[in-house]
């Protein structure tokens, strides 16, 4: 148990998306060598993912995607100690600084890193409605992964359904590969597009992300794609596989024949390591999400700790660079550099970009009264597969908090370890209590945030002794 | 269930065996992402509750992926790319 | 109408109390904590066990096996009610040793043990070295040496267990608030007052169920509340089909399929977190056991404070200063359920706690402090 089995780094950066790249190629330009721990096997997080050997072009995948490659090629020129396939499993705020576990190539070693940017990103919302666990049930980011990482299309037109910016990328996507959409369902009510005109600045702000989605609109429009907004419920069936979706729409039920069904529900930052790192959180009412707590202008969460991009809510990849630049910034003005020219355009460019956030979070509100219509049947944790039945009778039973909710119905147990049903487990507490999604709480994260195995938990370097 | 463009680019094949059979499948995709190109998603896997599952996010979010590779069970299969000559087998309850 | 009882704490021991006096139709209001407060019911293995328990104590010893045979009919009483299974197997367990040395120790410590009183006697154990327990533990590793088997030992889902409980007490009209931390509670002559933030509970009598709470709330009503915490870990794997193999207190199967990794004891104070160091220790043990499951995932893993007085055994007393109030302080709460919600609550209810189990009072403590 010698010290030797440990690491140190000076700065160490988790994710190597927008925001990390940003933070590791700023901190290598002046010198420092940052360590990047990466999920993946190759750098761009999931919105330049593949972008070092793209599969297609700008014609399909649109220009935002290829957009990346500046920032792709700063980062590979950059002198990084980049550490691809990288799982960060553990993580805690030890002295002066973060321990990390980090799990690669079947081996754990530990870290003591005395800066830690945590650029982990975002994930899909989990929105549970009946039939969302068939095969043939996709979140449509995963479609996306597919179409970036080896040019994959559907093989016969998908269904897509949900609310978001996403949701028109991809259909746009696919129709330009070929593969248009048979059916767009957009649980957003077509009147909600009126929110626009009440809020003019914000609009002006957003104007080249609205304008960019009216135009997929129009041309999705123009080459025949059906969209039905205004849903209110939405339904998959088939066995052992996805045979139709059901929707509803002003009170009524329709269904359409399909094999594949994409949803998209919003993205919402991905918790475990901020909260594995006990950094308090809050509900943004207008994302719609868990939030973590951060000082505004140097973007630290605690001592030591940055948090960038959309794993500190949800601001899209250029504001991701942002932040990331930001907080390298911040890193090297802690170290005496003078930064302050570099740093204010950054700023007024981020609050310039975070005003249309406003709009866009208005425009794709996911409806808050979804998941207390949904049968009691409806699986709200897939792993253990944990009915919003169950949890309701459990609630009834005494199960005030999502501790106790876990407990006694082992929803949120499973290997997602409550990715997925964290948030609903928050909206249902907070319904049946009648509280805040804050006073709801969420559930305690705890290692491991990636998964581990025993035999390479065993091997690993043994950690020193406290 | 998902076929690839006429127009990728050209990449790099990898051989991997699933359940047994060789297939040539491109150097880019995670282990999960060849097997919904080579057999789709029905049947992906088998479900502790009864039923299959099959990928959901393909980020490393759901673990409805878990796949066996190289004699491995339940690895995220939407984590691993392939690599030459990988094992992969669908995972099934025990009967 | 006044309830007749106040409950502090809506843990295990708590509510098994809170479920036994209702069960004998006394009116009964718990006050819980929040749910992020210490709660070591959700944090233990779930093993309903008596081998080695009550070595310091012989009592406890007798108490333990009591209360393993009262566990059948218990655990069927509240799945009749609730309609929970509680997955409870009276199956029996092993205690693994790793060595020679730690085999010989246990052996004698388990052969004066059940010889203490005539009681202990019908306790009935064997040393069965690494080739013989494989039939009971199949794929047992190289690195273990033996253990000792009991058939009295057995294992439950206390996490169903506290469920359990708590809807038998929702049934039987037991008045629940959670999220109602008690900051201080005042004896009057018509009973006792309970305050906290979100308002004030009186009741004619006081239980003190509230863990290591009873160090800043049992005193002032006369009562010792002497604990202190015990850190465990606790790892759990993903799932795996049914082996059959015993629970161990090291490691065992769970019915949901996981394998549960724990037995650490630490002092750690009021931490409940998880070290890397504990967790890498306990992967390699696992491993050593079941060499297979080097190939398990880890799913999860939490930290817990047991609740354990000065020596380790249950403390149940009733004040003297301040007739109506008790304090149960136990960090057995999952083997001893079945006796907190018989013959405990009935002794309460009573009033004849001091009476019949009057060695497991605080004035133990003070015996010890001045011998």
């Known amino acids: 148990m010698s010290d030797a089995s440990t690491h140190h780094a000076d700065v160490a950066i988790i994710g190597a998306g927008p925001a990390g790249m940003a933070a590791a190629s700023r901190l290598a330009e002046a010198g420092q060598v940052p360590v990047v721990f990466d999920l993946a096997p190759s750098p761009g997080g999931q919105i330049y993912r593949q972008l070092t050997a793209p599969q297609l072009g700008e014609d399909v995948m649109g220009r935002d995607y290829l957009r990346g490659r500046r920032l792709l090629e700063r980062f590979e020129r950059a002198r990084i100690d980049y550490r691809p396939g990288s799982r960060v499993w553990w993580a805690k705020r030890e002295g002066q600084g973060t321990t990390l576990g980090v799990l690669a190539d079947r081996r754990s070693e530990s870290w003591q890193v005395r800066r830690l940017i945590i650029a982990s990103g975002a994930m899909e919302r989990g929105w549970p409605f009946p039939g969302w666990q068939l095969p043939g049930v996709m979140q449509a980011g995963a479609g996306q992964i597919l179409l970036k990482q080896g040019a994959l299309i559907p093989d016969v037109p998908p269904v897509l359904a949900g609310t978001g910016p996403l949701l028109y990328l991809l259909a746009w996507q696919y129709l330009r590969a070929g593969c248009p959409p048979r059916l767009i369902l957009d649980a957003a009510p077509r009147s909600r597009y009126a929110t626009m005109l009440r809020r003019p600045l914000s609009t002006w702000h957003g104007r080249h992300y609205l304008l960019k989605g009216l135009g997929m609109l129009t041309t999705l429009r123009r080459a025949g794609v059906k969209v039905v907004h205004g849903i209110e419920g939405l339904r998959a069936e088939g066995n052992p596989h996805l045979q139709a979706v059901h929707y509803r729409r002003a009170g009524r039920w329709q269904s359409v024949d399909a094999s594949m069904l994409l949803t998209h529900f919003g993205v919402v930052p991905e918790p475990q390591l901020s909260r594995g790192l006990g950094l308090p959180f809050d509900w943004h009412p207008s994302q719609q999400a868990f939030v973590p707590h951060r000082e505004e202008a140097s973007l630290a969460a605690a001592p030591g700790i940055w948090l960038t991009g959309d794993g500190a809510g949800i601001g899209g990849a250029l504001n991701a660079e942002r932040e990331g630049h930001l907080a390298a910034l911040s890193i090297l003005a802690a170290k005496g550099e003078p930064v302050e020219n570099e740093r204010t355009p950054l700023v007024q460019a981020r609050r310039r970009e975070l005003s ?97 195995t025993l035999g390479e938990l065993a091997d690993s370097a043994a950690p020193p002794a406290p | 269930m998902f076929k690839r463009l006429d127009n990728a680019a050209p990449a790099a094949m990898v051989t991997i065996w699933l359940e047994g059979q060789p ?73 | 109408m006044p309830q007749d009882f106040l409950i502090i704490g809506g843990g295990v021991v708590g509510m098994a109390v809170a479920y036994g006096l209702a069960r004998r139709g006394r009116s009964v209001t718990v006050l819980d904590g929040h749910d992020d407060s210490l709660r070591a019911s959700r944090g233990n293995a779930g093993l309903v066990w008596v081998q080695g328990k009550g070595l310091a104590m012989p009592r406890y010893a007798e108490l333990s096996l009591h209360s393993s045979m009262a566990w059948p009919e218990f655990a069927e009483e509240l799945t009749k009610r ?68 009991s058939p009295h030992d057995g294992q439950c889902n206390p996490l169903y ?211």
Not at chain 1, 406 to 432: D, I, N
Not at chain 2, 31 to 52: E, F, I, K, S
């Open chain 3, 161 to 371: 267990l506290l469920r359990a409980l708590y809807a038998a007490c929702l049934t039987l009209g037991v008045d629940y608030h959670p999220a109602t931390p008690v900051t201080g509670i005042e004896a009057s002559t018509t009973g006792f007052t309970a305050h906290s933030p979100q308002g004030s509970f009186s009741a004619e009598r006081v239980i003190l169920a509230a863990g290591l709470g009873a160090r800043t709330l049992a005193p002032p009503l006369g009562l010792s509340g002497q604990v202190h915490p015990v850190r465990g870990q606790v790892l759990v794997t993903e799932r795996f089909p049914p082996s059959g193999r015993l629970p161990t207190p090291q490691l065992r199967q769970t019915a949901s399929g996981g394998y549960l990794i724990g037995d650490v004891l630490e002092d750690a104070g009021y931490d409940t977190g998880v070290t890397l160091e504990t967790i890498h220790r306990l992967g390699q043990r696992a491993v050593q056991i079941y060499p297979e499951l080097a190939q398990a995932r880890l799913v999860r893993s939490w930290g817990a404070l047991r609740v354990m007085t000065p020596d380790g055994s249950p403390l149940y007393e009733a004040s003297r200063s301040c007739p109506g109030a008790y304090n149960l302080s136990c960090h057995s709460g999952i083997t001893l359920a079945a006796f907190h919600a018989r013959e405990l609550a009935e002794a309460i209810d009573t009033d004849r706690l001091a009476t019949i189990h009057g060695d497991f009072s605080g004035a133990r403590f003070d015996v010890q402090a001045t011998g």
């Open chain 2, 23 to 95: 297939h040539s499948v491109p150097a880019t995709l995670s282990a999960a992402a060849a097997v919904l190109w080579l057999v789709g998603a029905t049947g992906y896997r088998d479900h502790a509750a009864g039923g299959h599952r099959a990928p959901l996010c393909m980020m490393g979010v759901c673990h409805d992926c878990l796949i066996t590779i190289d004699g491995q069970p339940n690895r995220q299969g939407c984590l691993v790319p392939v690599a030459e000559g990988m094992r992969l087998e669908r995972q099934r309850r025990p009967a």
């Open chain 3, 82 to 149: 609730t309609g929970i299974d509680l997955e409870y197997e009276h199956c029996g367990g092993v205690d693994l040793c790793f060595d020679a040395k730690e085999a010989q120790a246990r052996q004698t410590e388990y052969r004066a043990l059940y010889a203490a009183t005539p009681s202990l006697t019908a306790v009935r154990w064997e040393y069965l070295d690494r080739e013989a327990l494989r039939e009971q533990l199949p794929g047992l590793g190289e690195r273990v040496h033996g253990g000792t088997f």
């Open chain 1, 356 to 452: 249309a956030r406003a709009l866009l979070e208005a425009l794709f509100r996911v409806p808050d009264g979804w998941l207390a219509a949904q049968p009691e049947t409806t699986l709200v944790c897939r792993c253990e597969a944990v009915s919003l039945g169950e949890l309701d009778a459990a609630m009834a039973q005494g199960a005030a908090g999502p501790g106790q909710l876990k407990a006694f119905t082992r929803c949120g147990m499973g290997p997602c370890q409550g990715r997925l049903c964290g948030e609903s487990v928050t909206r249902l507490l907070a319904g049946h209590l009648g509280t805040t999604m804050n006073a709801a709480g969420y559930y305690q994260v705890r290692p491991p945030l990636h998964s581990i």
